[in-house]
């Protein structure tokens, strides 16, 4: 995270129309093997 990036806790009251957030992360390798072990058809809503 960025110096200039910052995580805002906001509660529903606060939220407006038009606002927007977003919070990206990077899977690891270890993640993404974990995940392809994990049980199902491949179709399944995670």
Do not use: W, Y
């Not at 995580?7 to 270890?30: H, K, M, P, W, Y």
């Amino acid at each position: 995270m960025n110096d200039d990036e910052h995580v805002e806790n906001r509660t529903f009251d606060e939220i407006r129309i038009g606002d927007a957030a977003s919070l990206t992360r990077v899977l690891t390798a270890q993640e993404a093997s974990m995940l392809a072990c994990a049980p199902g058809d491949g179709t399944d809503p995670l």
